[in-house]
């Protein structure tokens, strides 16, 4: 039976559950732990990740994750490649770490946050390793009561639903986890519409609606691995200009390097960093280019058309 293509569109909402293979444990030791969220921030960074919750079990990981660029997939394909990678290295070990595919549970936000904000740092309580959420390190929770500072967890994100001041925050999120100790296995947590989908029947008919949407960027979603030179020689030849880097301000030109860091930040999944680089611009000017392109798209029909037609022949040539 074919799997179910991901369900991914920008700021989507998801409970992350992956398991060690055969049930083996993923991590082996207080290295294994850290090199996992070392990892974890580095991807965050990359992919523009949010994540509003996480704990690492021995076997297996629970994470709270908002894509506000739609990108889940070609994120955790990297984390967890690269994660298995030093594991295997490291431990000396051969074949799959991970158990197949990683659960990804699309939620919605309004009306799940702040129950699966409890139930993901109270894994440690349920499985009986400590009797406090706070004494579990290898956990978002110390960082939401600002006993540690990962830079993983967006706390302003979390707080916010709990107070107005960072202070009042902290003590009902306090309360509220302690309310939830008591709390057992959630099967509806994990037993949802679709086999992806958690929440009310209007969320689940909308998630829905964005399926064939999903799928029909999914077939696009990465070129594969085409060189900053290629896609800026393919774009000149395009639109007839002889170099992308000139330092004109000729609308052509222009709309060639919009184009060009588009691509290879949304299809080729490229650093701003390197694209900034490549075109020696500044890293805001990208970051920023990218963000005013997208809504470009939507508003301005013949630069959609050709950026389309651009994707489908890149496509075609992979």
Same mark, same amino acid.
């Given at each position: 039976?074919?799997?179910? *293509?991901?369900?991914?569109?920008?700021?989507?909402?998801?409970?992350?559950? =992956?398991?060690?293979?055969?049930?083996?444990?993923?991590?082996?030791? %207080?290295?294994?732990?850290? /090199?996992?969220?070392?990892? @974890?921030?580095?991807?965050?960074?990359?992919?523009? +990740?949010?994540?509003?919750?996480?704990?690492?079990?021995?076997?297996?990981?629970?994470? +709270?994750?908002? /894509?506000?660029?739609?990108?889940?997939?070609?994120?955790?394909?990297?984390?967890?490649?690269?994660?298995?990678?030093?594991?295997?290295?490291?431990?000396?070990?051969?074949?799959?770490?991970?158990?197949?595919?990683?659960?990804?549970?699309?939620?919605?936000?309004?009306?799940?946050?702040?129950?699966?904000?409890?139930?993901?740092?109270?894994?440690?309580?349920?499985? #009986?390793?400590?009797?406090? *959420?706070?004494?579990?390190?290898?956990?978002?929770?110390?960082?939401?009561?600002?006993?540690?500072?990962?830079?993983?967890?967006?706390?302003?994100?979390?707080?916010?639903?709990?107070?107005? /001041?960072?202070? /009042?925050?902290?003590?009902?999120?306090?309360?509220?986890?302690?309310?939830?100790?008591?709390?057992?296995? =959630?099967?509806?947590?994990?037993?949802?519409?679709?086999?992806?989908? @958690?929440?009310?029947?209007?969320?689940?008919?909308?998630?829905?609606?964005?399926?064939?949407?999903?799928?029909?960027?999914?077939?696009?979603?990465? $070129?594969?691995?085409?060189?900053? !030179?290629?896609?800026?020689? !393919?774009?000149?030849?395009?639109? &007839?200009?002889? !170099?992308?880097?000139?330092?004109?301000?000729?609308?052509?030109?222009?709309?060639?390097?919009?184009?060009?860091?588009?691509?290879?930040?949304?299809?080729?999944?490229?650093?701003?960093?390197?694209?900034?680089?490549?075109?020696?611009?500044? $890293?805001?000017?990208?970051?920023?280019?990218?963000?005013?392109?997208?809504?470009? @798209? #939507?508003?301005? #029909?013949?630069? &959609? %058309?050709?950026?389309?037609?651009?994707? &489908?022949?890149?496509?075609?040539?992979?």
């Amino acid at each position: 039976m074919a799997r179910k *293509p991901r369900i991914e569109y920008e700021n989507a909402f998801y409970h992350v559950i =992956c398991r060690g293979n055969n049930r083996q444990k993923i991590y082996l030791d %207080k290295e294994d732990y850290k /090199t996992f969220l070392k990892y @974890l921030k580095e991807t965050k960074d990359r992919f523009f +990740l949010k994540i509003y919750g996480y704990t690492l079990m021995d076997n297996h990981f629970h994470q +709270l994750i908002e /894509t506000p660029e739609g990108n889940l997939s070609i994120s955790m394909q990297s984390l967890l490649t690269r994660y298995a990678r030093y594991f295997n290295k490291r431990h000396k070990k051969v074949g799959h770490l991970f158990q197949g595919r990683y659960k990804a549970i699309i939620c919605q936000k309004n009306g799940y946050f702040m129950e699966l904000v409890r139930y993901i740092h109270l894994n440690p309580i349920r499985a #009986k390793i400590v009797k406090d *959420p706070a004494e579990w390190t290898w956990s978002g929770y110390r960082s939401l009561l600002g006993l540690d500072r990962d830079g993983l967890v967006e706390t302003g994100g979390v707080l916010s639903y709990f107070g107005n /001041t960072v202070k /009042t925050a902290r003590e009902n999120f306090v309360r509220f986890m302690s309310e939830g100790k008591g709390i057992k296995h =959630c099967e509806e947590y994990y037993k949802v519409a679709d086999g992806r989908i @958690l929440g009310d029947e209007r969320f689940i008919e909308k998630i829905k609606m964005k399926m064939s949407e999903s799928v029909r960027q999914s077939n696009r979603a990465f $070129l594969g691995n085409i060189s900053f !030179d290629k896609l800026a020689r !393919d774009i000149c030849n395009e639109l &007839k200009i002889k !170099d992308i880097k000139r330092k004109v301000k000729e609308r052509k030109i222009s709309f060639a390097r919009q184009v060009f860091s588009y691509i290879s930040r949304k299809y080729l999944h490229k650093r701003v960093k390197d694209i900034a680089n490549f075109l020696s611009q500044e $890293l805001s000017a990208i970051s920023q280019g990218i963000r005013r392109f997208e809504v470009t @798209l #939507k508003k301005d #029909k013949s630069k &959609k %058309k050709f950026t389309d037609a651009f994707l &489908k022949k890149l496509s075609t040539e992979k």
